[in-house]
């Protein structure tokens, strides 16, 4: 096994790292190849790190799966995820298992060189020296990628609207909440809007539900290239979508952004089923956190009074609205029409 090994173990050299035909030396201190000797298995992917997380060595079937060249992986810091909530960076799981001392175990992703996402369900074993000081981690990852895609395909399903393709509700409040969370550890502000159309009924009951349908799409088309890509977008139910995001942060313009998805709904849709135009405007109730509430629900049910207030005045006259602040207690909203 340790002759199989070194066969396969590349010399590499720089200033941190030595690596030998016998053994692997991390900044000066020794990792002896029966240590690892199970990273011929190709059920796993294998491999060597050091405490800032390059690879120091990877096994043939990591290059295998990943597509990658041993100049391309070896020095490198891979599996940084884009997005924590969905998968842990390495980086993050090494400082955890530096933090206990202990193996860490859990779902790691990186994409390979063709673009497509590998999973790896891992544990991460960190190596002491002789003054207990950890100086390295030995990685062993099992390909779940087929598990995690049939996953993240009910997971969508779960959390998101088949027709607009945003968020449906039980996703959207999941997601509000993390982001409300998130927002109160860094002391942020949220904002939560919500968005109704103001004559949909009129467009289903006289065009027809397919007619209706095409509208929402349009109509959230226009949304999504209103806001930024971190701003979360939800359906609540029939024409009735939110907005949550960290204000100036996830939008810089503020509620400035709302100005754009009013105006933009207010220009006319063509219709591709129908072949012909149709005029449609939007009222929107907003509310923030921590100013209109101490928790997500409370917003909501803010930002839903004010858009209450919006349709009483008129609904499709409205063209702007500010959120200014309480003015007293038990109200909620003072929305300013122009």
């Known amino acids: 096994m340790a002759n199989n090994f070194a066969r396969a173990f590349p010399p590499y050299i720089n200033n941190q790292v030595t690596i030998m035909f016998n053994e692997i030396v991390v900044s000066g201190r020794t990792l ?36 990658f060249s041993h100049d391309e992986v ?42 497509e996402r590998l999973w790896l369900d891992t544990r991460l074993m960190p ?79 006289e065009l027809g539900h397919a007619a209706g349908d095409e509208v ?3 109509f959230i088309s226009r949304v999504k290239q209103c806001i930024s890509r971190t701003t979360l977008l939800g359906r609540l139910g029939g024409d009735e979508f939110a907005l949550t995001y960290i204000d100036g942060v996830d939008e810089p313009m503020g509620r400035g952004v709302l100005q754009l998805i009013v105006e933009a709904t207010r220009q006319p849709m063509y219709l591709q089923y129908l072949q012909q ?5 939007v009222s929107i109730g907003v509310a ?8 997500f629900s409370s917003i909501l049910k803010a930002a839903d009074t004010a858009l209450y207030r919006v349709k009483a005045s008129g609904g499709d006259d409205f063209i702007n609205y500010q959120v200014p602040g309480i003015n007293e207690p038990g109200s909620i909203i003072n929305t300013v029409v122009c």
């Open 32 to 67: 002896e190849i029966e240590t690892v000797n199970h990273m011929e298995d190709n059920a796993f992917v294998s491999l060597v790190l050091d405490t800032s997380g390059r690879i120091i060595y990877a096994s043939q079937f990591f290059y295998q799966l990943t597509g």
């Open 74 to 115: 070896i020095g490198q810091v891979l599996f940084q995820s884009e997005d924590e909530t969905t998968a842990i960076s390495l980086a993050m799981a090494i400082t955890l298992a530096q933090q206990t001392g202990d193996n860490w175990q859990g779902e790691i992703s990186q994409k390979k060189k063709n673009g």
């Open 127 to 205: 190596r002491r020296d002789d003054n207990g000081e950890i100086f390295a981690f030995i990685l062993l990852g099992f390909d779940i990628t087929r598990h995690m895609t049939i996953r993240e395909k009910l997971h969508f399903r779960a959390h998101n609207d088949a027709l607009t393709k945003t968020l449906n509700r039980q996703g959207y409040y999941i997601r509000s909440r993390k982001k409300i969370r998130a927002a109160n550890a860094r002391g942020a502000q949220i904002v939560v809007a919500i968005l109704d159309l103001d004559n949909f009924k009129t467009i289903n009951d």
């Open 216 to 218: 929402l799409r349009c």
């Open 277 to 281: 135009t149709v005029e449609l405007s």
């Open 288 to 295: 923030s956190y921590p100013e209109h509430g101490p928790n």
